[in-house]
């Protein structure tokens, strides 16, 4: 593997390299070439596509693109709010949920609307069938199998400033040569991914799956700071192996919500299925103690998830718990496994069959296939910019787990937005960048390009400063006009959100319109305080105990509405008061924002920074003002010293945010 080679050998090597141009190509020209099928992939190549790029998506396996490696759900508590980020610029991950989705539920629905959280159990077989189809009728895409070994690129110009090498193609472990302008990476746990089971270690990417050990090479000897992170996947077990009459019962919603913006109803809804809820006991917990010294990923000292954590990890950080829970997921209509949510664990094959049988319902179980730790490679993200691409290399582009995240959704939102800005980039039209203001999908990128990532990141609610604004029923009214100004959203779903974003419009005047005394509400069956204030029907939505139905018998042409629409209609009504404050916020945000950094500037000749942060801001290189606060060590002074050394040399423009991309000039 590459770790035996040196990296001053693989530097080297990289200084030494043949630059091959792109007439050496064996295969016609693409303007992108996507590496990886996974949920990353699939929506870079679709994004890359959709904004008019030729584009090719290489992938091991093209039989296992689009495939659950580890958990079969998709959505989640902030993720579902990715989700839908990916749908409203036409990605692809909702409308596929939506079809193979087998169980869906609004997850925090006793809470406010700003954190429900859209989730689904979904169908591995129907997914994986659904996204191949989608892929194969996306204009623009081919599709086949390939190990990329390496990168083409062409020398750096000569100039009299830093300049960066560029791509021009891709090299396959067969030796032909991919012509291409823009690469986006999405490799998952693949870039030299090893498997764990107890003592046991193995290169793979997933069971029974090669790593990429070539392109891992090809990135260190670039200069690309490279770490290793961790994550696992619990056995899968035999349905019939299982007693589920002492177990709790976890039921779909009635009348499932789609996640996609484009889908009045999900295609299962009449069809869901159960899951299970159990838990581990302090029998379970033993059995891990005694054997934790048997598994060389927790000797290890790489980082795992700490969200979604192995069993070995939660019995050691909370050693006062006596239980925890496991939900029991079945993995499709016509599948006889079931998925242990929450048994995660790289424990000895021995150790694992007593371990799962000591949890309740599980004593008979059969394992079909053992939990097994993943390890593999990731590159610092701080090494990206804001669209995804890298400092190091004009036209590579990084998404997914190489990043340093966690999660299908983070994986697919990252995706769609290096897919769309390489395809820009390409066309060499102005890129798609999203903010903190904009999206969880700015959240999650400017917190990996800001602090990099430790420990595998994974999305929260609570990542967001404006999450009343960023919610996951008005993700389409935050990012289908981006998408479609950046030439991203296709016709169909603008027709479809124009036709919802005036239908909003609509009941929000009609509701404002309707004003009434307090007399007059009482005798709809509101009552209100009998001040002698008027008050319009959207100020009577703010009270949360007047649900919008009851509104009709006042006001009869509601009784057309989609309901949908009138629910989120009620939900901007509910938040109206803490948004107009949010928006204040929002403004001072975007001032630093717009306040863009040059990518050249020479941090080392600013008079009065420390050390430590000029170490900080050569390695990150903001895109901001905004981004530079942001950074871990920053003092007020130093960026007092920042943005006098920046306005005195010119270093400091203004970015705004025109309808057709971005523009800057400078101050």
Not at 26 to 50: F, L, P
Not at 147 to 153: A, C, G, I, N, R
Not at 627 to 646: D, F, N, Q
């Amino acid at each position: 593997m590459h770790q035996s080679i040196g990296r001053t050998a693989l530097r080297q090597l990289f200084c030494n390299r043949s630059y091959a141009s792109s007439s050496s190509a064996t295969h016609k020209h693409y303007d992108v070439c996507v590496i990886g099928g996974g949920h990353a992939g699939c929506e870079a190549a679709a994004g890359a596509a959709r904004s008019g790029a030729r584009t090719i998506l290489l992938t091991q396996n093209i039989n296992t693109i689009g495939e659950l490696s580890c958990n079969p759900s998709m959505g989640g508590v902030g993720k579902g709010t990715l989700m839908r980020e990916v749908d409203a610029l036409d990605g692809l991950c909702s409308k596929v949920t939506d079809e193979a989705g087998i169980q869906f539920q609004i997850l925090n629905r006793s809470k406010g609307a700003a954190v429900w959280s859209p989730r689904a159990q979904v169908d591995r077989k129907l997914y994986r069938k659904h996204m191949q189809s989608a892929l194969n009728s996306c204009r623009n895409l081919d599709i086949r199998a390939g190990s990329v070994f390496d990168l083409v690129l062409s020398p750096p110009p000569p100039s009299a400033g830093p300049s960066r090498a560029e791509i021009r193609g891709v090299k396959l472990d067969s030796g032909e040569v991919i012509s291409c302008s823009q690469v986006v990476i999405c490799t998952g746990t693949f870039l030299s991914g090893e498997i764990h089971i107890g003592m046991k270690r193995f290169p793979a990417g997933r069971m029974n799956e090669a790593p990429s050990v070539g392109l891992s090479a090809s990135l260190n000897a670039a200069g690309f700071r490279l770490g290793r992170l961790q994550t696992g996947t619990p056995a899968r077990l035999a349905m019939d192996s299982i007693d589920f009459s002492r177990l709790e019962v976890q039921r779909g919603d009635e009348d499932p919500w789609p996640f996609s913006f484009m889908n009045d109803r999900v295609s299962n809804a009449d069809h869901q299925i159960f899951c299970w809820k159990t838990q581990t006991t302090p029998e379970t917990h033993q059995i891990v103690r005694d054997n934790i010294d048997r598994c060389v990923h927790i000797q290890e000292t790489k980082k795992g998830p700490r969200y979604c954590p192995s069993l070995e990890a939660k019995v050691t950080r909370f050693p006062d718990k006596s239980a925890h829970t496991v939900w029991l997921e079945p993995e499709g209509y016509d599948s006889d496994l079931i998925y242990p949510n929450g048994l995660s664990c790289s424990l000895p094959e021995d150790v694992q069959e007593a371990m799962y049988r000591s949890v309740p319902g599980l004593e008979n179980a059969k394992l079909v296939r053992p939990a097994y730790g993943v390890e593999y490679d990731h590159v610092d993200a701080r090494e990206l910019g804001p669209t995804l691409e890298t400092k190091r290399i004009k036209g590579l582009f990084l998404a997914g787990q190489i990043n340093g995240t966690t999660g299908y959704e983070e994986a697919a939102g990252q995706g769609v937005v290096a897919g769309i800005n390489a395809g820009l980039a390409a066309l060499r039209r102005p890129p798609l960048v999203l903010t903190r203001a904009d999206g969880f999908i700015g959240v999650m990128i400017d917190d990996l390009i800001v602090k990099g990532a430790e420990e595998p990141y994974r999305m929260f609610t609570s990542r967001s400063e404006y999450r009343m604004t960023l919610r996951s029923d008005n993700a389409d009214l935050r990012l289908t006009e981006k998408g479609r100004a950046a030439g991203a959203v296709g016709d169909a779903r603008w027709a479809r959100f124009e036709e919802t974003r005036a239908e909003i419009a609509h009941v929000t005047e009609l509701l404002h319109s309707r004003v009434f005394s307090p007399q007059k509400w009482q005798s709809h069956g509101f009552y209100r305080k009998p001040d002698g204030n008027m008050r319009s029907a959207f100020e009577l939505l703010r009270h949360r105990n007047v649900p919008v139905d009851a509104l009709v018998p006042a006001i009869p042409e509601l009784s057309s509405v989609d309901r949908r629409i009138l629910l989120r209609v009620q939900t901007d009504a509910i938040y109206s008061s803490h948004l107009r404050r949010q928006e204040a916020d929002l403004r001072v945000f975007m001032e630093d924002e717009s306040l863009a950094l040059d990518p050249q500037l020479d941090y080392g000749s600013v008079m009065g920074l420390s050390a430590e942060v000029r170490e900080r801001l050569e390695r990150v290189r903001p895109a901001s003002i905004g981004a530079a606060k942001r950074m871990e060590g920053m003092t007020p002074s130093s960026m007092i010293y920042l943005l006098r050394h920046a306005r005195r040399t010119n270093a400091l423009s203004v970015a705004t945010v025109a309808g057709d991309g971005e523009r800057v000039a400078g101050l």
